[in-house]
C-alpha cells in the first residue's frame, strides 16, 4: 500500500490536497498537506539518506538515518515520517543533525556489515562517520534453508522492511517477524523454524525491499560470493509477468545472457514493486539454470 | 487471515490455561495474546511449541509475530525452564543493600545464573519495585495454581531457602515510617481493610465520584485543570490538560488507561497505593472515565506486582458486584468496565505508547508521536493514560477540590507527591510531602543517610545524580527543570560514602542495555556501546585514550537524547551524564596507554 499517500474515509487516493506552508533550510515552500518533511527536502532537492523508509511501506521510523532539526521540538525528528505541519520551521544540515547522522552510521557499522548497502559509504565520507570508531560487528552465519533466496542477518539493521512487505504492507504471511528484545533483537520465523518449513509462500518481496543486502536472491548471493556480482555489466528488461491475469511488470536483471534478479518497478500501479512466487522466480525455469 | 499452524500439540494442561483465559472474554480477540501467554508461563513455566500453536490457532495471530511477542518479555520462557524461578534483584537500591553477596553466594553455593537445578533456577533481575525492601526477590512457582511471592530483607541464606522451595517468612518492614496525620494520597494505606469496600467506604470511599456524579464532567474537567495537577510518571504533562483533550475529540469509543507498570528503577509508590488502598485506584479510575466518557478502562500492572494486581481485582470484581462499575454507576448513567491486565517484564512497556502496543497485543515498541494517545491510543480511539498516582490525587482533588490541592505546595507544583526513599538511607519507604520541600529535609525525614552522603539518584535510572552539596535543591518540577535534574517518579536513592560510582553507573548502563526494546538504532545499538564503554572505564582499558573515550560518551549521549525515538533512548545516558560531573568516574589519574584500536583495526 503506498504509505504516506492520505487517502479519504472510502480509501481513494486524495489527489486534491491543501498546501502546508514551510521553510526548509532558509528556503520557504509549499507542499500538499499530508507530505512528509522528506518529501519536501526532496521538492527543494536536498538528498537525504534514508534506510528504512521506502516509497511502498508504512514508514518504519527505526534507523534515525533521515533525521532533521524542528525549530520547537525538543528532540530532532524522523523526516521520513513527520508530515508536514503550517509554519514548519526545519534545518537538514545543522550540527546536531550531522552529528547525530553521523554518530547513527557509526552506531550502524560498529554493529551491522552495511558493506552491501548502496551509498552507504558515501555517507559516512558526507557525515564524517568514521565506520569503526564504535568496533565492529559480530560474524554471524548466514541462513541458507531454501532454494531461492539466503539470509545474511550479519548484515541486517532491522529495518523491518522485510516484515512490512510479507505482513500487512503487501504479502499478508507474516511469515517472519522482530523476535528478542533490544540488542538481541532478530528478524525470525516462530522457533526459528527454516522458511519452508514456516508460513513463507516465497514471493521473495522481502529480498526486494531489504536495503542492505541481508536478504540476497540465490543467483545474486552466488555471483557476489564468487565476486562476479557487476552491475555495470547488467542490463535490465521490462516485461509483463507471463504467468497470471494480473499482468504485474517485472525488471529483469540480466548479466552476461543469464537472469540474476527479477524486481519490479515500485511506482507500478500494479505491484507497487510487490511480486508473487512465480514472477519473481519463475525464470527459473526459463531454462537457464 | 488464512493462517499456517505450527505443527505441534499443547498437552491438556497447557490447553486448559488458553482456555480459562479466553472464557473470561466474549471474543478470542488479538489483545488476550499476553494474558494467554502469561497463563502458559504461570501453568507449566514455559511456552512450548504446542502451547503456542493452540495459542495462535484460538486467537489468529501469525506464529512468527506471536513468538516475536513471547521473546520480547523478561517474564515469558520460550525454552522449557525449570518450575520454580527466584528472581533476584541486582538493580541500584539492591546493590547498595549487599545484593551481590547474594547473587554471588548463590552462582557458587546453588547453580550459575540461569541454569537448571531440582526443577529451580535463579536470575537477575531489573528492579523489583521493593526498594524499601532491598535487597529484594521475587519467587514465581508454576502450577496450578501459580505462587508468586515478594520477598524481602534477602540474605544468602533466605534466598537459598527460597529455591528449595521452603515457605520463608522474611520481616518486611512498613512502608510508610512517617507521622500520619499529614498524609493524604496515603492516608489510607495501612489503615483501611485493602479487601474491604465497606471499610473503604468507612474510610471516606467514593465520597469522590458521589460528588462527581452530582457536579457534572464539566465540573471534574475545570477542577482537575484549576488544581494545576502535573502528570506523576515521569514527564509532568498537565493532567487537566490531558482529559479535556480526550474529553473533546469526537471520536468513539474512548478509553482510559491506569499506567501501574512502574519499572523505572527505585520506584515503588504506585505499589504501595496499589496494594494499600486498591478501592481508591478503582474509584478515581471510574472518576476519570466519567470525566472523558469512557465505558472501558485498563489498569497495566507490572508483572513483578501479583499482589498489586490481585488487590485491584479483587476490588474491581467488588466494586461491580455492589454497583459500583458496570451497566449503571452509583445508579447513575455511567457504564463502565474495569480490567487488570499484566506486564511481563519490560520496563519499556510503562512508555505510554509502547504500553498500548503491549494492551493490543503486540510486541512493547513505542509508537511515534504525533498523532498522541489522546487523539489515537488504544486501538486507534481517544485514550486517557495516567499515572496511579496521577489519578489519586484527581480523587482528592475532586473530593475536596482544586483549593485544598493548591494549598499545598508551590504555585507551579501543586499538592503533594509521593517520593520513594531507598539505599543507604535509615528508614526506606514512601514518603508523602507538599512539592517544594528540600531534597535534604526529605532525607531527614527518612532519618537521614546510614553511612555518610556521596549522592543521591534523584527521578530514577532515567533521572539524575544529585551532589551532597546540592541538597537544598527544592523538590519541584521547576526547580529541578532549572537545576538540569528531574523528579522523575519521584525516586531518591541515597549512596554512602565511599560508593563505587563507576559500578554504580555501569549498572544502570547495563539496565538500559537490557531493556531497550531494540527498535530504533541510536538507543539499540547506543546503550550497548555506552555499557561496553564504561566496563572499558572499570577494567581500565581503554580504547585509545581516555579522550577518545570521553569523546566516543559525548557522541553517543548526543545521539541518544536527540535521536532516539522514546523516552528511554533519550534519557539514557543523563544520569551518566550528571555523574560525570560530580564524581570521580574517568581515571582521569590513570596512565594514558598507547593507543591500540581493540576493534582490530578494520577500516
Ligand atoms: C521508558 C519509559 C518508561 C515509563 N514508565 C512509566 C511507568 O512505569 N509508569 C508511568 O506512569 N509512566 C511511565 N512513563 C511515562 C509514560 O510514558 C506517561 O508519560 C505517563 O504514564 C503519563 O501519565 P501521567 O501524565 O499521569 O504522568 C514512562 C516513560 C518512559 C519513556
Ligand atoms: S518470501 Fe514472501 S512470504 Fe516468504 S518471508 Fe519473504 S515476504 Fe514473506
Ligand atoms: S533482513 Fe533486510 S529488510 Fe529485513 S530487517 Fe534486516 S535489513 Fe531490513
Ligand atoms: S529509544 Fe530505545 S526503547 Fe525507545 S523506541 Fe528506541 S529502541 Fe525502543
Ligand atoms: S529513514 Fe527515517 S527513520 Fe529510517
Ligand atoms: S527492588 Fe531492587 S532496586 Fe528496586
Known sequence: MAAGSPTDPTGRLVTLRRKVQLTIDGATLSVSEGSTILDAAKSLGIDTPTLCFAQNLTPANACRVCVVELEGARTLVPSCARRVEPGMVVHTDSARVRDARRTVLELLASSVDMSATPKFAEWCERYGARPTRFGTPTPRPVVDDNALFVRDYAKCMLCYKCVEACGDDAQHTFAIAVAGRGAHATIATELDTPLPDSACVFCGNCVGVCPTGALQFRAEHELREADAWDESRQSQIDTICPYCGVGCSLTLHVQDERIVKVTSPVGSEVTHGHLCVKGRFGFEYLGKR | ?603
Request: glycine share 10%; proline share 6%; hydrophobic share 40%.
Open chain 2, 1 to 603: 487471515m488464512d493462517l499456517k499452524s505450527i505443527d505441534a500439540l499443547p498437552t491438556d494442561d497447557e490447553r486448559e490455561a488458553i482456555e480459562r483465559v479466553l472464557a473470561t472474554q466474549p471474543e478470542p480477540t488479538r489483545d488476550l495474546l499476553l494474558p494467554v501467554l502469561r497463563a502458559i508461563q504461570a501453568r507449566v513455566g514455559f511456552v512450548s511449541k504446542g502451547a503456542l500453536a493452540h495459542a495462535c490457532d484460538r486467537l489468529q495471530v501469525p506464529p512468527a509475530e506471536a513468538w516475536g511477542i513471547a521473546t520480547f518479555y523478561h517474564l515469558i520462557a520460550t525454552r522449557p525452564a525449570p518450575r520454580t524461578v527466584l528472581h533476584v534483584c541486582d538493580d541500584v537500591a539492591c546493590r547498595a543493600r549487599g545484593s551481590e553477596r547474594i547473587t554471588k553466594a548463590l552462582a557458587s553455593r546453588f547453580a550459575p545464573e540461569a541454569a537448571a537445578h531440582h526443577d529451580a533456577c535463579w536470575k537477575r533481575s531489573p528492579c523489583l519495585g521493593q526498594c524499601e525492601r532491598a535487597p529484594a526477590a521475587l519467587r514465581i512457582r508454576a502450577g496450578e495454581p501459580v505462587e508468586e511471592r515478594a520477598l524481602g530483607g534477602l540474605d544468602a541464606v533466605s534466598a537459598m531457602d527460597a529455591l528449595r522451595g521452603e515457605t520463608i517468612a522474611v520481616p518486611a518492614p512498613a512502608s510508610i515510617q512517617q507521622p500520619r496525620d499529614s498524609l493524604r494520597l496515603l492516608a489510607r494505606v495501612g489503615v483501611v481493610d485493602p479487601e474491604s469496600l465497606d471499610d473503604y467506604r468507612a474510610h471516606g470511599g467514593y465520597a469522590a465520584l458521589r460528588r462527581a456524579h452530582e457536579l457534572g464532567a464539566s465540573w471534574v474537567l475545570r477542577e482537575v485543570s484549576d488544581a494545576k495537577l502535573l502528570g506523576r510518571g515521569g514527564a509532568g504533562f498537565p493532567a487537566g490538560r490531558k482529559w479535556g483533550a480526550v474529553a473533546s475529540q469526537p471520536a468513539r469509543p474512548r478509553y482510559v488507561v491506569c499506567n501501574a507498570d512502574e519499572s523505572e528503577p527505585g520506584t515503588f509508590k504506585d505499589r504501595v497505593l496499589m496494594e494499600g488502598d486498591p478501592f481508591a485506584i478503582v474509584e478515581a479510575i471510574t472518576l476519570a472515565a466519567f470525566a472523558v466518557s469512557a465505558e472501558r478502562a485498563f489498569v497495566y500492572v507490572r508483572g513483578e506486582y501479583p499482589l498489586a494486581a490481585a488487590r485491584l481485582e479483587h476490588a474491581i470484581a467488588s466494586a461491580r458486584r455492589r454497583g459500583l462499575l458496570g451497566e449503571s454507576v452509583m445508579g447513575h448513567a455511567q457504564r463502565l468496565e474495569i480490567e487488570v491486565r499484566r506486564g511481563a517484564g519490560a520496563y519499556i512497556c510503562g512508555e505510554e505508547t509502547a504500553l498500548l502496543e503491549s494492551l493490543e497485543g503486540r510486541r512493547g515498541e513505542p509508537r511515534a508521536k504525533p498523532p498522541f494517545p489522546v487523539e489515537q491510543g488504544l486501538f486507534g480511539k481517544p485514550t486517557l493514560v495516567n499515572n496511579v498516582e496521577t489519578l489519586a490525587a484527581a480523587l482528592l482533588i475532586v473530593r475536596d477540590g482544586a483549593p485544598a490541592f493548591t494549598a499545598l505546595g508551590t504555585p507551579e507544583s501543586s499538592g503533594t507527591r509521593l517520593f520513594c526513599l531507598s539505599g543507604d538511607v535509615t528508614r526506606p519507604g514512601v514518603y508523602e510531602v507538599p512539592m517544594g520541600l528540600t531534597l535534604r529535609a526529605l532525607i531527614a525525614l527518612a532519618g537521614g543517610a546510614t553511612h555518610g552522603l556521596a549522592g543521591v539518584l534523584l527521578g530514577g535510572a532515567a533521572g539524575t545524580f544529585v551532589g551532597p552539596d546540592e541538597l537544598d535543591l527544592k523538590l519541584t518540577f521547576e526547580d529541578t527543570r532549572r537545576a538540569g535534574a528531574t523528579l522523575g517518579s519521584g525516586v531518591v536513592i541515597v549512596f554512602r560514602e565511599g560508593t563505587d560510582f563507576r559500578a554504580v553507573v555501569h549498572g544502570l548502563a547495563g539496565f538500559f542495555r537490557h531493556e531497550s526494546c531494540g527498535q530504533c538504532v541510536p538507543c539499540r545499538v547506543g546503550t550497548t556501546k555506552v555499557d561496553d564503554l564504561l566496563a572499558r572505564v572499570r577494567a581500565g582499558t581503554p580504547d585509545g585514550t581516555w579522550d577518545d573515550e570521553r569523546d566516543r560518551l559525548r557522541e553517543l549521549g548526543h545521539v541518544l537524547r536527540e535521536a532516539s525515538i522514546c523516552g528511554l533512548g533519550q534519557a539514557a545516558a543523563s544520569a551518566l551524564e550528571s555523574a560525570t560531573q560530580r564524581f570521580a568516574i574517568w581515571p582521569a589519574a590513570m596512565p594514558t596507554p598507547t593507543p591500540t584500536p581493540s576493534n582490530g583495526g578494520k577500516a
